[in-house]
């Protein structure tokens, strides 16, 4: 028999078993399902270094569990991360939907009376002081002030669904 068909025939004779010994690591049957998955992947690359073909269960046993501690030691780095968060990466979906919400509250700041919407944007997206502003829009600080208060309660009932097509949406505190 050729590498491919022995593994097809471990994998018929002992998944069940090694789904069973991966559980008594993980406790979750997917993730079991998932550690024996991976074993079978590094054991037919290794195939050639089984010393008894006969009786391979030990040597798959070895290599679940080991699959099964190195899981521990990946998820404990996740875990970790979780606790410093400078070093963690944003996942494709936290960007997609930070992007998302940073869009609608800009759909939101743009939908405000111009007067209003534009202070908050010189300030908010363009980082612009109040000095800064005053000057480009030609206006007192005073007045660039009580604009961007007015507009800030606009836009917070519009985010909060009286004002935005009724549907909310959650803003974080770094978005505005």
């Known amino acids: 028999m050729n590498k491919k068909e022995v593994l097809e025939v471990w994998i018929d004779k002992y998944a069940q078993r090694l789904v069973r010994i991966a559980y ?3 406790k979750d049957w997917l993730k079991a399902e998932d550690q024996v998955q991976e074993a079978f992947i590094k054991a037919f690359h290794s195939m050639d ?12 046993a070895r290599i679940v569990i080991n699959e ?3 899981s521990f ?5 996740e875990v970790i991360s979780d606790f410093l968060p400078e070093r963690k990466q944003e996942s494709s979906e936290e960007s997609y ?4 919400q940073e869009e609608e509250v800009h759909n939101a700041v743009c939908d405000l009376p111009k007067h209003y919407s534009l202070p908050i944007t010189l300030f908010y997206f363009e980082e612009l002081s109040i000095q800064e502003i005053s000057q480009i829009l030609n206006l007192n600080i005073g007045t660039v002030k009580s604009r961007l208060a007015r507009g800030r309660q606009l836009l917070s009932r519009k985010i909060k ?3 935005y097509g009724g549907k909310g949406i959650k803003v974080s505190k770094n978005v505005l």
């Open 24 to 26: 008594t690591y993980v």
């Open 97 to 100: 939907l930070r992007t998302v």
């Open 49 to 60: 270094q089984l010393k008894n073909i006969e009786e391979p269960f030990p040597w798959l």
């Open 73 to 77: 030691k990946k998820s404990w780095r």
């Open 161 to 163: 669904g009286d004002g």
């Open 68 to 70: 099964c501690k190195s």
